[in-house]
């Protein structure tokens, strides 16, 4: 059967194939009582996998191979957090079939509107609304981050949207370069340096520095790329570093990562303060090359287990080969999304697909960086996989986007 879906070349049957034996495996490890609507809702998002990446390969002529990267991710995450605990791994499903929506929903709705490199400012105006709306509303609940929005029972991110404006913002700004006189020019190289830094500088109020990174990243690489103001990329670098030392200074949630991350083997941190990053690194030892087995591990001596350090998990369990497989995965969709860029003449577009490359890879290495204890955790998702509804929302916006710019948008600019 391999050999034939070989031949045939159709990665959506293998990608079936792959998640046919997980849910097997899943049910397996479980082998209490498995309730049919569990079931019927597991071989449902399966289906939906499959049809959605059937659809588009005949709505989209542009890369069909990032849909089943991603999908492959989801399903992995699905598992383990199901496995950790089912009634999160239920709640991760419907997220999941909503982020499925949105892509399809941001797919559509982008190839309908032109020129939506012309909001800058709208874009700018909307990421400032939503810090307002946190700042006012917001609450703590990531280590000291007021990040958070509640309503009952419902919580939600909002500088997950806002990571999708500032990609908008970065694009339309550095593409309307083509469209312009270059009259101010001398103060216009600096417009967007101070717009990104004053939305840092909003960050920085609710603590949430991760998020900064991020958009940090992205503006700094598309400047590195499209900026000819050596002098401004100059001060960028400048500002990084200064802000870096005074997240330092100001906020002892900081202090407190830096410090387990140099030395967490102290015995007044081992069980406490430095307990995350130790459990961490003892489970991906335990797991070795193949990992102890799918429910043979002991997740629940993880904390947060299914959310920030869920890669440390999936080495216990699965193995260091199934973590491998999981960069290796990430760096595929990071090299489809330079492809996409390379091959994309509409420069709006262009940026786009820069930028969503850059959001994915800077987030896989923040979380994957910091369970592993090679930089300072920073309580950043691994896309696709960490449980969390407002970055699976994110992630599928993205992703929608990236699609979007894979294909030919030459009668956008015509």
């Known amino acids: ?12 049957d293998l990608l079936l194939l792959f998640e046919l034996l997980a849910i097997l495996l899943l049910f397996f490890f479980n082998n209490t009582h498995v309730d049919k609507y569990i079931a019927i809702l597991f071989l449902g998002l399966i289906l939906i996998i499959y049809i959605s990446n059937f659809i588009l390969g005949r709505v989209s002529s542009g890369d069909n191979y990032i849909f089943l990267i991603v999908s492959m991710l989801l399903t ?57 709306a946190t700042a006012i509303f917001g609450t703590d609940k990531d280590m000291g981050a007021k990040n958070w ?17 500032v990609i908008f913002l970065v694009a339309s700004y550095y593409s309307s370069f083509q469209y312009t006189s270059s009259i101010n020019k001398k103060y216009k190289d600096y417009n967007l340096l101070l717009a990104i830094y004053f939305l840092v500088a909003l960050l920085f109020k609710q603590k949430d520095l991760g998020t900064a990174a991020i ?8 400047q590195f790329i499209y900026d000819d103001n050596y002098k401004g990329i100059l001060i960028n670098l400048g500002l990084i570093l200064v802000g870096a030392f005074l997240g330092y200074k100001l906020f002892s949630h900081v202090r407190v990562r830096v410090d387990i991350w140099l030395d967490p083997w102290k015995q007044d941190r081992v069980y406490n303060i430095g307990s995350q990053i130790v459990q ?3 489970a991906i030892g335990e797991g070795g090359f193949f990992g102890t087995g799918l429910g043979l591990g002991y997740p629940n001596l993880v904390p947060v287990g299914y959310s920030d350090l869920i890669f440390s998990i999936i080495c216990e369990e699965m193995g260091i080969f199934v ?25 709006f577009y262009r940026i786009l697909a820069i930028a969503v490359g850059i ?5 896989a290495f923040l979380n994957i960086g910091g369970v592993t204890k090679f930089i300072p955790m920073t309580g950043i998702t691994l896309p696709f996989i960490s449980y969390g509804g407002s970055s699976m929302i994110s992630s599928f916006i993205a992703l929608g986007i990236l699609q979007v710019t894979s294909e030919d948008m030459s009668y956008k600019y015509e």
């Open 1 to 12: 059967m391999l050999d034939f879906l070989l031949k045939k070349r159709r990665p959506r």
């Open 215 to 222: 958009f940090l990243a992205i503006f700094t690489g598309i």
């Open 323 to 347: 973590g491998i497989g999981i960069i290796m995965l990430f760096m595929l969709l990071t090299y489809r999304a330079i492809k996409i860029a390379m091959g994309q003449e509409y420069k």
């Open 280 to 282: 961490s690194l003892f």
């Open 149 to 165: 929005i509640v309503i009952g029972n419902f919580s939600m991110q909002p500088s997950e949207i806002t990571k999708i404006l």
């Open 359 to 363: 959001l994915f890879t800077v987030q």
């Open 76 to 132: 992995i995450g699905i598992i383990v957090i199901y496995r950790i605990n089912p009634n999160l791994g239920i709640l991760q499903l419907v997220w999941s079939l909503l982020g499925i929506s949105l892509f399809y929903i941001t797919y559509f709705a982008m190839r309908a509107f032109r020129r939506l490199e012309k909001y800058t400012v709208l874009y700018f105006l909307g990421s400032v609304f939503l810090f307002l």
